[in-house]
């Protein structure tokens, strides 16, 4: 087989081989990225948290309402990011599960 250029061409490789594969896997590499993501956002939040409340003692008490106020910023912030990927990743590892059996009562 020839071509535009009128060369030899080479027969490309068979296209279900490049299916992703199924499976456990799929289960886990699905899993991977969001759990990750909510732990890294977690961390964040803590370290953040840590962070603001290390600065509690020297403020005054107008200071402390800023910085418990920051802390609320980070929480509101972050915290619906972090929920959003714990979420995705428990779909995730759920996913490649059979669902349990329902017994019929009666």
């Known amino acids: 087989m020839q071509d535009v250029a009128g ?3 080479v027969s490309g490789r068979n296209r279900w081989m490049r299916a992703r594969p199924m499976g456990e896997r799929r289960r886990v ?4 990225a969001p759990a990750l993501a ?3 956002v977690t ?9 603001l409340a290390l600065f509690l003692p020297l403020a005054d008490p107008l200071g402390a ?3 418990l106020g920051g802390m609320a910023a980070v929480l509101v912030t972050l915290l619906p990011f ?3 990927w714990a979420r995705r990743a428990q779909r995730a590892w759920s996913a490649g599960w059979p669902a349990p059996e329902r017994r019929r009562m009666g």
């Open 65 to 67: 309402v800023s910085v």
């Open 7 to 9: 060369m030899v061409g």
């Open 38 to 40: 909510a732990t890294v």
């Open 82 to 84: 972090t929920v959003l």
């Open 43 to 51: 961390a964040l939040i803590l370290h953040l948290l840590t962070e």
């Open 29 to 32: 590499a699905s899993f991977v």
